[in-house]
């Protein structure tokens, strides 16, 4: 816990999708291979996805309503940009690549793995796996490396 804050990283994404895999694929591994002393939830199993994103966030703001919220997400952007993990302070707003518009306070990780232009859908339906496991695992390492100091102090 950081000044007696719990710390929350919710992964968001659909293990249907390649292009939307990067939450449940850093859920996942932060559940398994890691000891961090954080609440996370969407992994493979149990995705946080545009069909229950909103419960997930009441959830979350039930059981820990005092929390520091990191969200997870993939994105698209431009061709430049694809393999870049980007930090946006307002959150993430997941859904926003097909138009939906939810955005809740939290820090967000994103990650880009599909070009914006043309039929998004099909972008993410065929986002390139390899690159999608790279930004995952990546974000998995930054995690850690960021709040293993945090809770050694605590």
Excluded: F, W
């Amino acid at each position: 816990m950081l000044i007696g804050l719990d710390i929350v990283i919710l992964c968001i994404g659909s293990e249907k999708v390649c292009g939307d895999m990067v939450g449940p694929l850093v859920g996942e591994s932060l559940i398994n291979d890691y000891n961090l002393p954080v609440y996370v939830y969407g992994n493979l199993s149990n995705s946080a996805n545009g069909i229950n994103i909103e419960e997930y966030y009441n959830l979350i703001a039930r059981l820990h309503s005092n929390c520091v919220l990191i969200t997870i997400d993939a994105a698209v952007g431009n061709y430049a940009d694809i393999g870049t993990i980007r930090l946006k302070q307002s959150g993430v707003s997941p859904g926003a690549a097909l138009g939906r518009k939810l955005n809740y306070k939290s820090i967000g990780v994103i990650g880009v793995v599909a070009p914006k232009y043309g039929n998004v859908l099909n972008n993410l339906l065929v986002a390139d796996y390899g690159e999608v496991l790279s930004i995952s695992s990546r974000i998995t390492h930054i995690i850690n490396n960021s709040l293993i100091p945090i809770v050694l102090n605590d």
